[in-house]
């Protein structure tokens, strides 16, 4: 049954109708110029030299786990052992690929009130063995990444991004995805533009995006430039160096038509996030202060994905409750992305370590869920959430 206050919409027109149908018309359906010209907008768009288009956000996760991994710079490869501080609550492919090339996920807990890392956990979570820090920009909202870059700069770390739910989200004026080597992002149909299936990894480094154009497709060199950081020039014989396979690759390439349709939605991105924000803002001033209700707090410019409602510690609502009144009043809703993701049966089979008793992470797997934001005003929505804590 369609809800009246779904979680999420359609941004689709008649522009990405009609570059479905010039793909169609072109016959080249396979990866080709069109990924390849929407690789540059965004990139153009985020405020990175590169980006590299892929399937799905959780293909650049493993995108750029892959890219360190390979990587020749001492100061930036990663290597089976080390440790990486991930929050407590993202999706299941942020941590995957940590576990698929043999790193240690070191678990830490979240702030309650911004659903990013406690920053104070973050510094005493990290050991002589960390290597990096994976940041994860959570339901649109930014890290404070002076104060990780300050920690990553004090100890020498790496500095990642999941940015598949904050595309578009700033910091001092920088976009989420541009502070860390690379950073992911997601285009799937409910996240902020949609190809559909897709994701895009940005990254200012040559020596990461030569290796993620190498690893996204099969591990051979043809689409690598001539002069490269992976084998340095390329062969002068197109049949040889069309079937060259120099590292341990996957097919993680997108279609001709996701490409496509991503010029199309890129173009739109800038107002698709200046109305999030101003339901953003709307519902800030709406709820803020709730009586049984605590909302994000936004670091730096949020871009919304979506609105999370947690219940106030010492409050005597449940979730059960919520979620009737949430149903009766018409409104789709999710888990915090997938709660306190430590205790889910699949990290028996990560080498991981848990700092501290994750209790804010605890607090929104039992006591939180978020709700759909749009590209559109939402105001009788915000309207009715107003009457959430109603007896």
Not at 162 to 181: H, I, L, P, Y
Not at 235 to 256: A, H, I, M, T
Request: hydrophobic share 40%.
């Amino acid at each position: 049954m369609t809800k009246r206050f779904p979680l999420a919409t359609t941004s689709w027109d008649q522009a990405e109708y009609q570059a479905i149908q010039d793909v169609i018309a072109s016959g080249q359906f396979s990866m080709g110029p069109k990924v390849q010209a929407c690789e540059e907008v965004f990139a153009a768009y985020n405020g990175t030299r590169y980006s590299v288009m892929c399937n799905s956000g959780s293909s650049a996760n493993l995108l750029m786990i892959a890219a360190l991994r390979f990587s020749r710079n001492p100061d930036l490869r990663l290597n089976p052992g080390d440790e990486v501080l991930v929050p407590a609550v993202s999706w299941s492919t942020t941590y995957s690929p940590l576990q698929q090339y043999g790193l240690h996920l070191r678990f830490v807990d979240i702030d309650l009130s911004t659903l990013n890392f406690d920053l104070q956990a973050l510094e005493a979570a990290v050991t002589q063995r960390t290597r990096a820090i994976f940041c994860v920009n959570l339901l649109g909202n930014p890290n404070d990444f002076s104060a990780v870059r300050a920690l990553v700069d004090k100890h020498g770390l790496v500095l990642l991004e999941d940015n598949c739910e904050s595309m578009g989200a700033e910091f001092d004026g920088r976009k989420t995805g541009s502070f860390g080597v690379m950073g992911s992002q997601s285009c799937f149909f409910s996240h902020h533009i949609s190809t559909m299936e897709g994701g895009i990894v940005t990254t200012d480094d040559e020596e990461l995006y030569h290796l993620m154009l190498s690893l996204r497709a099969h591990g051979w060199t043809r689409q690598l430039p001539v002069e490269n950081r992976i084998v340095g020039r390329k062969k002068d014989d197109p049949f040889e160096e069309s079937f060259r396979f120099v590292l341990p690759g996957y097919n993680l390439r997108p279609l001709e038509m996701s490409g496509a349709i991503g010029i199309e939605q890129v173009a739109k991105l800038p107002r698709l996030i200046e109305e999030r924000r101003r339901n953003g803002q709307l519902l800030q001033h709406h709820l803020a202060g709730h009586p049984e209700l605590m909302i994000q707090q936004e670091i730096g410019k949020s871009s919304w994905f979506g609105f999370s409602l947690v219940i106030r510690p010492g409050s005597s609502m449940t979730r059960e409750t919520l979620m009737r009144r949430l149903e009766a009043l018409g409104f789709e809703y999710r888990p915090i992305v997938s709660g306190n993701f430590a205790r889910k049966e699949v990290v028996s089979h990560f080498d991981h370590s848990i700092f501290g008793e994750l209790r804010n992470a605890d607090h929104i797997d039992a006591n939180g869920l978020f709700i759909g934001n749009h590209h559109y005003p939402i105001d009788e929505a915000i309207e009715a959430l107003k009457t959430v804590g109603a007896n």
